[in-house]
């Protein structure tokens, strides 16, 4: 069936069927005509978007339009190889001084291979490159996982169907170093008339 | 669904309302503009329009957008598509009260700005309440909140929708890719929809939606987003304006947590189906028998 749409003979006899089923269909007793369906859900054309945070850092300047400026890792990692990583960020006192973390019991060298900055490294010891990251989150996290790849985990952009989708990467949402959400203050508080005093809200009775 | 019916149902609310009740509720009908008739003002129902009607019924509404709200914009006839039955799936494991979908609702369906309305309240529960009547819509303060979850409530399109039954002009009614849709000009705005249903999913408008020029999506659907008029009733449409396109919906995009999955029930690939097929699904006052495609989930 879908196929066949691509054939442009088939195309021309479904549009001269459309022109002609418009022409006998003025009046609208009838239902109007469902429009086809799109393709099946695009899971291949999905793509995951690549965080800028797997590069590199943000700095404290911002360029003539206002943008923070960002360092690629290897600005400062190939001027200087750090002799150990620190087991805690508290041991931190020339670079990343003041890093947050809280992430279970893990220590920097859990993930972080030294001189390496654009790598990771799995519990096994294999290598990831940086941009693959979710296989290491996925190390733990085998239940969101499993929810990623069946898409009922993690926000996403695009078309459900018939087009293309940009999924987020783990890192989007979650900050590695302190994943879980931290409290923030809501947008758009209402102002129905659910919701205020009596007689007082905008729409309130009248 | 004729002519006689509205007008008949017209005259009852006016019996009902008493006459100067009538008046003011046929205020909004003083405030024509020059060139628009009587025939054009009680146009026929939706569906019963001529596609000729149609189109003159979308320019005449694109001519007002401009000329009272000082934007162009282009309002579309978007027909559902075959064998696609809408649902949608919420994750309550995952969402933390932000708002950001009801902020984005807002935005995309041209909401009044003064009144901050959206078609989805974000409540504020107890942990271990499932009594959606105990939410609170009115929390401000950083989320999430110890002891709270947090439960968006939006239209279900309910199949067995109670707002279909008792509209007196059937200006609502289900649609075949699972929609409940509103002809906004058909409505006589009796609010009886509001009252029945369950949810509190349905919103009047009081006065006419203030939105500033610059910030009307112009992208607009004729059951959906496009500017309502003052006097009816209106609902979440699941974005059809998009979703019939195979987009997501707005406040499925503006998710910052992916608490929400959207997609095709008909789909046996689809994360929808996946979810409904996996997860530990309940959907709100199933006791009613409204049969919602919105569902709530929680991560196992
Ligand atoms: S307010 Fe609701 S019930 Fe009344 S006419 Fe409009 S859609 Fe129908
Ligand atoms: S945007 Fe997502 S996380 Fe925020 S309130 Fe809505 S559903 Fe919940």
Redesign the interface.
């Known amino acids: 069936m879908h196929a066949s749409l691509h054939l442009p003979g088939a195309a021309v006899i479904l549009g001269l069927l459309c022109v002609a089923h418009?022409a006998g269909?003025?009046?609208?007793?009838q239902?109007?005509?469902?429009?086809?369906?799109?393709d099946?859900?695009p899971?291949a054309s999905a793509s995951v978007h690549r965080p800028d945070k797997l590069s590199g850092v943000s700095t404290d300047r911002r360029d003539s339009l206002g943008r923070p400026i960002r360092a690629a890792c290897v600005t400062c990692h190939s001027l200087r190889r750090p002799d150990a990583l620190p087991t805690s960020t508290a041991e931190l006192d020339e670079f990343h001084v003041g890093l947050r973390f809280e992430h279970g019991g893990l220590s920097c060298a859990s993930c972080h291979v030294i001189g390496e900055q654009d790598t990771l490294r799995k519990a096994d010891g294999t290598l990831v490159p940086m941009r693959d990251a979710m296989q290491l989150c996925a190390q733990c996290h085998g239940?969101q996982l499993r929810?990623y790849a069946?898409?009922?985990?993690?926000?996403?952009?695009?078309?459900?169907?018939?087009?293309a989708r940009v999924r987020?990467h783990c890192v989007d949402?979650h900050d590695p170093h302190v994943p879980a959400?931290q409290?923030?203050?809501?947008?758009?508080?209402?102002?129905?008339?659910?919701?205020a005093a009596p007689g007082t809200?905008?729409?309130a009775h009248? | 669904m004729t002519q006689t019916t509205r007008r008949v149902a017209l005259k009852v609310l006016g019996a009902t309302l008493g006459a100067s009740a009538f008046a003011h509720a046929m205020e909004p009908l003083r405030a024509w503009s020059k060139d628009l008739s009587l025939d054009q003002f009680l146009q026929r129902h939706y569906?019963?329009?001529?596609?000729?009607e149609l189109a003159e019924g979308i320019r005449r509404l694109e001519r007002e957008t401009r000329e009272e709200y000082g934007r162009e914009v282009t309002i579309r006839d978007?027909?559902?598509?075959?064998?696609?039955q809408f649902g949608y799936?919420l994750?309550l494991s995952?969402c933390?009260?932000?708002?950001?979908c009801?902020?984005a609702c807002?935005v995309e369906n041209n909401h009044d700005r003064?009144?901050?309305?959206?078609y989805i309240?974000?409540l504020e529960m107890d942990q271990g309440s499932f009594d959606m009547e105990k939410g609170d819509?009115?929390?401000?303060?950083?989320?999430?909140?110890k002891g709270k979850y947090y439960m968006p409530v939006q239209c279900q399109q309910c199949d067995n929708a109670p707002c279909v039954k008792v509209c007196p002009v059937q200006a609502t009614w289900k649609e075949?890719d699972g929609i409940v849709a509103v002809d906004y000009n058909w409505c006589i705005g009796c609010r009886y929809c509001e009252a029945a249903c369950p949810y509190?999913a349905r919103?009047?408008n009081?006065?006419k939606p203030e939105v500033p020029a610059g910030e009307i999506n112009p992208d607009q659907g004729y059951l959906s987003n496009r500017i309502r008029p003052q006097g009816v009733v209106e609902k979440c449409t699941f974005c059809l304006h998009r979703?019939?396109?195979?987009?997501?919906p707005a406040c499925?995009?503006a998710?910052?947590?992916?608490a929400r999955?959207?997609?095709?029930l008909l789909?046996p690939?689809?994360?929808i189906r996946?979810?409904l097929e996996?997860?530990r699904i309940f959907v709100l006052k199933e006791e009613l028998g409204t049969r919602p495609r919105f569902f709530y989930f929680f991560?196992?």
């Open positions: 418009a269909c003025q009046d609208r007793d239902p109007p005509g469902l429009r086809p369906a799109l099946a859900t899971i239940p929810d069946n898409g009922a985990h993690g926000g996403m952009n695009g078309s459900y169907a018939g087009g987020n949402c959400f409290p923030s203050m809501p947008v758009l508080p209402p102002r129905d008339r659910f919701v809200g905008e729409g009248r | 569906k019963e329009l001529t596609s000729e978007i027909r559902p598509q075959e064998g696609v799936a994750s995952v933390i009260g932000c708002r950001k009801a902020e807002h003064r009144t901050n309305n959206s309240r974000v819509a009115t929390y401000e303060h950083a989320v999430p909140a075949p509190h919103r009047f009081w006065t979703t019939r396109e195979g987009r997501m499925l995009e998710c910052p947590t992916g999955v959207f997609g095709n789909d690939k689809s994360e996946w979810v996996n997860k991560d196992v």
